[in-house]
């Protein structure tokens, strides 16, 4: 009698679903509930699925234990979250000079400023009175590479060691943008609950290295095994990408790398992700099975297949946990646990139950990961492979060379399929694919994943390998230089909305199946809405606002029905990132927004610190601005001086400079040369006033010009230096944004100016509470919050303040 194997129970789909469906409906509460309500209905979930499964009709039966599995999940998901949160950083805390002692527990990240690094707190103290914090933070300790005659240069800091510390903390707090990066959600993942910094000034008592631990081995490591690269291969780049591929440290890959890798669509492969860890966990399975089918006595104790499955699963964790068991290695793990169980029960389920049983038991340990870009992509793409079927086996008795075919023809069948599926995601999450993405990944997979690799796992024990590794990476990176420079490498479309991707992706999902070309080319029609969807814009005469939210600095967009035009482009948060790649260049490539002009109102880094970013993106843009002739800005792009008299009109609106006057000699200060703009369309106004202080506001006030606005951009960001009763009389805004930082060090805006602004009944908009700020001339006393459009319970709130908008 043949041997069946077990298939799976018509439950499965109903119960596996409703795990997935019940996460994902918890993940969209804006606010959480008490943690005893997530648990009653945790417990009502579990209960219901005992009686479901006690039903006699299966369809009812199928529908219950959905509903069941989808309230257990989401009471279970709730009541994690909840006492997360409980654990949270007390606000009274906030700011206050702390005593902390514990353990450096994270792989430190060193740049120009200083050093980063995650701090396991052991005890924590004010004065004497013990306090009680979250366990875990995120900690920077800034000195700089050349510090100052005052201020002692930073020690190296390695995991493992115990500190004792002066810091400042304060609760994870991001920038707030549609289309951005969700920075709080990601310290939630990563289970950090406040960040701050070390006090180590000459008024602060020294830090104190007091011992080095056992704790945090791994971490300790993958530090030496990270130094171990830097000091065995020269190019730093190239050392960086190696670090990357061995332990996981993605930050020391060299943003100008990033840029081509994004741009020829591998930058996947530069962190440890599923397809690494699987790779791996393959060929350690191989490996496993070749050594036990040696013994015939371990053969006949267990199945050499099972054996190389355990193996391959459990030297993929063990790879991943050495790499920093970041997310995506998780999900891998978990995935590979799962089907590794089928495996060894040998059950036989078909692709859609195998593929949302791994779905299902990533969800269940990490329902966060419902919220990152990474975990559809990768789900999706598996699906779409298993739903497109495997090609052709080679016949028996073909020789190597028509095998070597075939794997190749299968490698480009499944390498385009992905590239069709996966642009209508690709397009709604980051706003641009790759159309050099398929001979990128071509070359770029087999190569980093057979030949990069494992050179770099084997210089861990052999550092030789790791010049060969470089070699590897050096002829890698030329071939995706070369690509990067073709013309229209990338190709940027608005960001659809997310009926037109869904669309997009079934269109994708046709084509890519085995089905006769008749039916596939029904895929075409539905691709059309996500290739061919147009941000809406604002009609003739109309004009709309955003101020982004971009920490300590200015950065507005302004929008008329064909023209866009940024004023400032924000700050420079280090020597690898800025406002510009962080914030401004996502939004213009989700608005499909043409940059007709920059405006730099001034030449201080907190204005100018992303424009490079924008006018790489935007080559056609002009540039407007006070920069002196020879800021780097004014080499690199030759610009107008902003001067007051200054007019044009766009689309029925008109822009206006009010400032620097025209024959104005030249300022001591960058802010007494801001450009201030006003743009109108003879209903409603708003003023951009840069960083202009006291005197410029009572030149502006006696000059003459028309100042009235409906919506005021807070001049130096609420500085005490600036927004005078004169200035606030001759504008009268009914609405002022103020952009600055959460709790920045300059303490803007400050407390009488806000005062000042509440006293004329302006309602002032803060960017740590609002979040970006959106403003419509079609409705001109109204005022659009990013962090109260799109709330979420991980998301850092404030409480709400008098003066605040409606």
């Known amino acids: 009698m043949p041997r069946t194997t077990p298939r799976p129970s018509f439950l499965a789909a109903p119960l596996l679903l409703g795990l997935v469906l019940g996460a994902a409906a918890q993940l969209q509460q804006p606010q959480l509930w008490a943690a005893a309500a997530y648990a009653a209905a945790a417990a009502a979930g ?160 020294p830090p104190q290295r007091l011992a080095s631990t056992w704790r945090h081995p791994v971490e300790r490591a993958r530090a030496q095994v990270r130094d171990a690269i830097f000091a ?95 997310v995506p290695a998780q999900r891998t793990v978990w995935m590979l646990a799962a089907v590794g169980v089928l495996r060894l029960g040998a059950r036989d389920w078909p692709w859609p139950w195998v593929w949302l049983l791994a779905c299902a038991t990533v969800v269940v340990a990490d329902p966060w990961a419902l919220t990152q870009a990474g975990f559809w992509l990768s789900f999706v793409a598996v699906g779409v492979l298993f739903a497109s079927g495997r090609p052709a086996a080679p016949e028996p008795g073909v020789h190597a060379g028509g095998r070597a075919v075939a794997a190749l023809r299968a490698l480009v069948r499944e390498q385009w399929i992905v590239t069709v599926a996966l642009t209508p995601l690709s397009l709604l999450l980051f706003g641009q694919v790759s159309l050099v993405g398929l001979p990128a990944n071509l070359l770029a997979i087999p190569w980093v994943t057979l030949v990069v690799t494992p050179l770099g796992l084997a210089g861990v024990p052999f550092p030789p390998a790791w010049d060969a590794a470089a070699a590897a990476i050096a002829l890698l990176a030329a071939w995706l230089q070369a690509l990067a420079e073709v013309p229209q490498a990338t190709w940027s479309a608005p960001a659809p909305p997310l009926w037109a991707a869904a669309a997009g992706l079934a269109g994708g999902l046709l084509l890519a199946m085995r089905l006769p070309a008749t039916l596939r080319l029904f895929g075409l029609p539905l691709l059309l809405p996500v290739l061919l969807w147009q941000a809406p814009r604002p009609p003739p005469g109309e004009f709309a606002l955003l101020a982004a939210d971009v920490g300590q600095g200015n950065a507005v967009l302004v929008r008329t029905a064909s023209h866009t035009l940024v004023y400032d482009a924000g700050p420079g948060y280090s020597r690898d990132t800025d406002a510009g790649q962080r914030v401004l260049v996502p939004l213009l490539r989700a608005g499909g927004d043409p940059v007709r002009l920059l405006v730099l109102s001034h030449g201080d880094s907190d204005h100018t610190g992303g424009a490079a970013a924008v006018l790489r993106m935007q080559p056609r843009a002009g540039l407007l601005s006070s920069l002196d002739a020879g800021h780097p800005l004014s080499l690199s792009r030759p610009g107008e001086r902003c001067a007051a008299g ?96 959460y709790r920045n060090r300059f303490g803007h805006p400050a407390a009488e100016v806000v005062q000042r602004y509440r006293e004329r009944g302006i309602a002032v908009a803060a960017s740590p509470r609002c979040g970006a700020a959106a403003w419509d001339s079609r409705a001109p006393r109204r005022l659009q919050c990013e962090r109260a459009r799109q709330p979420r319970y991980w998301r850092h709130t404030l409480p709400a303040g008098p003066g605040d908008p409606p």
């Open 646 to 741: 200054q007019r044009w009109t766009w689309d029925g609106v008109r822009f206006e400079v009010l400032h620097p006057p025209a024959d104005a000699a030249p300022a001591r200060k960058p802010n007494a040369a801001s450009c201030v703009l006003r743009v109108g369309n003879g209903r409603a106004h708003v003023l951009l006033a840069g960083d202009i202080e006291k005197a410029q506001e009572a030149w502006l006030a006696a000059a003459g010009a028309d100042l009235s606005a409906d919506l005021l951009l807070v001049p130096h960001h609420g500085s005490r230096t600036s927004s005078t009763g004169a200035l606030l009389d001759a504008v009268r805004p009914t609405l002022a944004v103020v952009q600055a930082g």
């Open 232 to 326: 065995r291969v020269a190019d730093p780049r190239l050392a960086g990408v190696l670090a990357a591929l061995v332990v996981g440290d993605q930050r020391a890959i060299d943003r100008a790398d990033w840029d081509v890798f994004r741009a020829t669509g591998v930058a996947h492969l530069m962190s440890i992700s599923g397809l690494h860890v699987t790779m791996f966990a393959w060929a350690a399975a191989a490996v496993a099975g070749l050594l036990w089918r040696r013994s015939t006595r371990l053969c006949l104790a267990w199945p050499a297949q099972h054996a190389a499955l355990v193996a391959g699963i459990g030297c993929a964790a063990g790879y991943a946990l050495f790499s920093g068991w970041g």
């Open 46 to 205: 579990a209960a219901l699925l005992w009686a479901a499964l006690r039903l006699g009709r299966p369809q009812l039966r199928a529908i219950a234990v959905a509903c069941a599995c989808a309230l257990l999940s989401a009471g279970t998901t709730g009541w994690r979250a909840a006492a997360y949160v409980a654990q949270g950083l007390d606000p009274q805390l906030e700011g206050r000079d702390l005593v902390l002692t514990g353990v450096v527990s994270g792989l430190p990240q060193r740049n120009e400023a200083g050093v980063r690094f995650r701090f396991d707190v052991d005890a924590a103290r004010d004065g004497v009175e013990e306090l009680r914090l979250p366990r875990r933070v995120l900690l920077g300790w800034y000195g700089g590479a050349d510090p100052g005659p005052r201020e002692a240069p930073v020690p190296a800091v390695s995991p493992g060691e115990r500190w004792q510390w002066t810091v400042r903390l304060k609760a994870p707090h991001g920038h707030v943008n549609p289309h951005g990066f969700d920075y709080e959600l990601w310290l939630w993942e990563q289970g950090l609950q406040a960040t701050g910094y070390v006090r180590a000034g000459p008024r602060d008592p």
